[in-house]
């Protein structure tokens, strides 16, 4: 099993939807669960970030984290044709710095 | 205006013949990664660098080095190069304070190793 895994769609919405992006790991230790948005052609820009549990929220986007479930989530309300890109979920454990384990990543595409 | 830079953006090379890509980041940053992106396996870490001269293996350093002398740099050698190096390369410099936490991609370096 994969220390974190996301669907990698593709995934096609119409412009105006709430979006829907979901990962689950196995690693109880991961403390700082990430999402970030890669365009193509792109290096990967944090959206994101939640350390431990709950929700955090920034404008259209909204990321949860139910460590419980080892399951996090980010919400994209109304979305938009610019939010067309690859969202990749990411998380690392308190003590290990930068030592960061990514997710596949989820292809977006929101249709005008 | 923060700033991750990589060096070279392409890069055609053949089998054997040693290269050097280089990183440099405008933010202080104590952390700093090598991450390689292929279809399919998403973003892999190479090594990362916790400051000057602390550097560690992530998930794949085999056939690769790397060096922080400096805070400001971190290159990524590949010493023999091999086609299975072909990949795209990202590095990332980062930074903590506390729980607080921020992290910058530079812009990647795109290898192909004939």
């Known amino acids: ?112 | 205006e923060a700033q991750v830079t990589q060096n070279p953006r392409y890069l055609i090379t053949v089998t054997g013949k040693k290269l050097t890509v280089t990183c440099s980041q405008n933010m202080n940053h104590e952390y700093m990664s090598w991450y390689r992106q292929d279809p399919g396996l998403g973003l892999r870490q190479i090594y990362y660098s916790m400051n000057v001269e602390v550097t560690d293996k992530g998930d794949v350093p085999e056939g690769y080095k790397v060096s922080r002398k400096e805070k400001r740099n971190f290159p990524l050698i590949l010493e023999s190069p091999s086609p299975n190096q072909t990949s795209l390369y990202f590095c990332a410099s980062s930074s903590e304070a506390g729980t607080a936490w921020t992290q910058y991609f530079g812009p990647g370096t795109r290898l192909l190793v004939l």
């Open chain 1, 1 to 112: 099993q994969k220390e974190v895994e996301q669907d990698p769609g593709p995934l096609s919405v119409p412009e105006g939807a709430i979006v829907s992006l979901n990962c689950t790991y196995s690693n109880s230790a991961f403390q700082y669960f990430m999402w970030y948005r890669q365009y193509s052609r792109k290096g990967p820009e944090l959206l994101m970030y939640t350390y431990s549990s709950g929700n955090k929220e920034d404008g259209r986007f909204t990321a949860q984290v139910d460590k419980s479930s080892k399951y996090i989530s980010l919400f994209i309300r109304d979305s938009q044709p610019s939010d067309s890109a690859t969202y990749l979920c990411a998380m690392r454990e308190k003590t290990s710095y930068d030592k960061v384990i990514f997710g596949p990543g989820t292809s977006l595409s929101v249709i005008p």
